[in-house]
């Protein structure tokens, strides 16, 4: 079934387009299911590029619902975010969650200490340190992330490879247990087709880390990540030859912070 659970809109600062624009894009394409998941305010940083502010939430919201009420005939639309996981402003963000109704919360890891590190305007800092280190230190924050039990879904989880900076040790054991707290969790992961739109030209998460997952049986959902109307949906057929080639035959929807498993 097609269903695109990652679309960012124009509230954000670095995107283009509408709800209406994206989900008309998405209906265009043929999805049965369209999910916006927008970057939920930052807290940790005040950036009018970065993400929506905290008082525009309230109205992402309510035109996505709106969107809903509108399709209802012709696609499911779903209520989604992406939200950051930061320990220092975490209280902040579980309470800001609470207060809507979203089918689902995407968990995102962006920012480690200080550092933005997918923002193309800080790539510097990855010439100064040890990539096994800053891999080691990124999975091991979206562990963290995972055991908190807030999210619903791990966003693009080697986003660390982003800028083809790559590490020199083998990954595999640390994405198991990644994948080993994902499973005794309940927690899922998206496969995100915008990878492929950055230096590194692959999808999240690589396909090691798809097999260990199909192996233990750890559910995943798709995304583009799109950030205007055209992107929605991009390269699917890439993911999915992913999913089907690792042994995947179904992948999961959401409605109210609900899983349920559909064919692929
Ligand atoms: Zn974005
Ligand atoms: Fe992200
Ligand atoms: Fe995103
Ligand atoms: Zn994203």
Redesign the pocket.
């Known amino acids: 079934m097609k269903a695109d659970y ?1 679309i ?1 809109t124009q509230l954000c600062g670095h995107a283009r387009g509408t709800v209406d624009e994206l989900v008309a894009s998405a209906i265009e394409k043929g999805f049965k299911q369209v999910g916006i ?1 927008d ?1 939920m305010p930052m807290l940790y940083a005040e950036d009018a590029h970065l993400a929506m502010t905290p008082e525009q939430l309230p109205g992402y919201v309510e035109e996505v619902l709106e969107a809903r009420e509108r399709y209802g005939g012709r696609i499911k639309v779903l209520l989604g975010i ?1 939200a950051d996981y930061h320990g220092p402003t975490q209280a902040e963000r579980v309470a800001m969650l609470e207060r809507f109704p979203f089918d689902y919360v995407i968990g995102s890891v962006h920012v480690l200490g200080d550092w933005i590190f997918d923002s193309p305007l800080d790539v510097d800092r990855y010439d100064e340190l040890d990539l096994d280190e800053f891999y080691m230190e990124y999975l091991g924050e979206v562990r963290a992330m995972v055991q908190s039990g807030v999210y619903d879904i791990v ?1 693009h989880p080697d986003l660390a490879k982003k800028f083809d900076k790559r590490p020199t040790v083998d990954l595999s054991p640390a994405y198991r247990g990644l994948l080993e707290a994902m499973k005794e969790r309940g927690t899922c992961y998206e496969v995100n087709t915008a990878g492929l739109r950055w230096p590194v030209k692959e999808i999240y998460p690589e396909s090691a880390f798809v097999r260990i997952a199909a192996e233990l049986g750890v559910p995943v959902t798709l995304g583009s ?1 799109a950030h205007c109307p055209e992107d929605v949906g991009r390269d699917f057929d890439m993911a999915l030859e992913l999913l089907e080639g690792a042994g995947y035959t179904e992948h999961a929807v959401f409605h109210g912070r609900k899983m349920t498993l559909v064919p692929l």
């Open positions: 990652h960012h998941a970057h992406e966003g990540d």
